[in-house]
């Protein structure tokens, strides 16, 4: 069974289809079409909705996250409150954000005014007072094609430039109660959760039988890759196993030499954690797709998935990355760098799962650059992916890790550069010239729709030459200083 809330309703769903998607699910199910389809792949936020939870950090508190409802399966929903934009007015009154988008102006066609209402409304219970770039952020996974940004941004800094004070804030404490009674539920056989074709184990040996009692069977975390093949592709399947509930892939922990997320924390969530210790990669991880997909697409997932344009593979590579995988019974350790063996192709075994990354913390001698190269600055996939970590000591190079997407059949490190750059001065023009030469030939791209192979290999052999343009700052800083004291 899945239990969960549509705002304060309890709903208890014995049988749905594997395949069966939220936004189906509430124009179908529930007939409520206030929540569009639009691109039925969550790049344009028609189907925003907001899901509500206990904060993790706060549990007498509620946390709420938007997703696309287009690309999210059942599973996902199982003990969270699912709030449509039906729900936000109450006795004849419209909602802050609602009333802020009229006063605005921000509404013309209105197809994309549900989503962008939902993202608002998510942005408006964080209590944070935005500012424009925060709203920017919050506001990054819907597209209007009519009304033009400007106002939109304006209501939203007005509706929560003040304290959030709607329904959902007083019925905060009745629903933080019903939302641990749906958990006090919950059979001690997690076997009993989910329904006949959405297996939803809790533990890692219930995942272990449930992989073996149905070898055919996909695991799935976040959906947002594996469900454009139910929405754009139409394939159907008939059994799934969630990962959404097992706290043993949840876990993130830091020691004085690393830093290990568990598989399937949504990125958004491992995402304060890795940019207090690398900061250095904002770019990459605040572009990743968008905020309702990072609020739902995990760092496990991303790997697993094997994608030769995947944006955090090449991060993961260049930072040393090292899998645990398991198979219910033991876990073993594998360098990220031996685990993509072919186009989608991994060693996962059929019986094991990504448990945890575990990322090595960096040296001061390390300097550290991703770069996406894409069409369009956010939700985008990358034509190219290039992530530097060179170790520099007294200007000279140490050692070069790095990764690199969109170039091959696979996420791929270059151990040319390396070997040719050791031992040579970072600020050298060799260092230059060399680094670009051996990146512009090293690989062998494909033309798509993306880029051409051509405008590839020049675009990675030029990221080298920035991540070097970039590292001269500091060195001639360096020289002023001595030659001046």
């Known amino acids: 069974m899945i239990r969960f809330l549509i705002n304060q309703d309890t709903v208890e769903l014995e049988e749905a289809r594997a395949d069966l998607t939220l936004l ?22 028609a189907c925003t909705v907001v899901l509500a939870e206990p904060d993790a950090k706060k549990p007498n508190t509620l946390h709420y996250r938007t997703v696309n409802s287009c690309i999210t399966l059942m599973s ?28 605005y102006h921000g509404s013309q066609c209105g197809f994309c005014t549900p989503g962008f209402i939902m993202s608002m409304f998510a942005l408006y219970h964080s209590n944070t007072k935005p500012n424009r770039d925060d709203v920017l952020h919050a506001l990054s996974g819907n597209l209007c094609r ?18 959030p004070n709607d329904q959902f804030t007083q019925n905060a404490i009745t629903t933080l109660k019903k939302l641990k009674a ?26 272990r039988d449930a992989i073996e009692q149905n070898p055919d069977a996909q695991l799935v975390a976040g959906s947002t890759d594996l469900s454009l093949q139910f929405t754009q592709q139409l394939k159907n399947v008939n059994k799934l196993i969630s990962l959404c509930h097992i706290d043993a892939l949840k876990q993130c922990t830091t020691t ?55 944006d955090t593979p090449p991060l993961l590579l260049a930072l040393n990355a090292v899998l645990h995988i398991d198979n219910g019974i033991a876990v073993r350790k ?25 990322i090595p913390l960096l040296s001061s001698f390390q300097k550290i650059a991703a770069y996406k190269i894409s069409k369009r600055f956010e939700d985008d996939i990358s034509a190219v992916c290039a992530v530097f970590n ?3 000591e007294n200007n000279v190079i140490v050692n070069i890790s790095a990764g690199f997407g969109g170039v091959a059949a696979t996420p791929v490190q270059c151990d040319a550069l390396n070997n040719a750059l050791v031992g040579k001065p970072l600020s050298s023009q060799e260092c230059l010239t060399l680094g670009k030469q051996i990146l512009h030939d090293a690989f062998t791209p ?3 729709v993306r880029a051409s192979a051509a405008y590839r290999k020049t675009v990675l052999a030029n990221l080298w030459h920035r991540f070097w343009l970039e590292n001269q700052t500091e060195n001639k800083i360096e020289t002023r200083v001595v030659q001046h004291a």
């Open 24 to 45: 189906q699910y509430i124009r179908e199910h529930r007939k409520k079409t206030g929540t569009k389809e639009g691109c039925a792949a969550g790049d344009c936020g």
């Open 76 to 103: 996902a929903v199982h003990g969270k409150q699912l709030i449509l934009v039906e729900h936000l007015s109450s006795n004849g009154n419209l909602h802050p954000v609602q009333a802020a988008l009229v006063e």
């Open 146 to 163: 009519c009304t033009g940004y400007r106002p939109i941004i304006e209501a939203t800094l007005a509706a929560c430039a003040q304290a």
């Open 182 to 207: 749906l958990s006090g539920l919950e059979d001690a056989s997690d076997m009993q959760l989910g329904t006949g074709h959405i297996l939803m184990p809790t533990t890692r040996e219930a995942l």
């Open 256 to 310: 004085e030499h690393s830093l290990t997320i568990g598989a399937a924390v949504p990125l958004n969530d491992a995402a304060p954690l890795m940019l207090k210790r690398f900061p250095q990669v904002a770019e990459l991880i605040t572009r990743f797709a968008s905020l309702p997909i990072r609020n739902q697409a995990t760092l496990g997932g991303n790997v697993a998935n094997a994608s030769p344009i995947g």
């Open 334 to 358: 594998l360098p990220i760098s031996e685990f993509f063996v072919g186009y989608r192709k991994t060693k996962l075994a059929v019986n094991e799962w990504i448990s945890a990354i575990e």
């Open 390 to 392: 060179v170790t520099v």
């Open 446 to 448: 494909i033309d798509d």
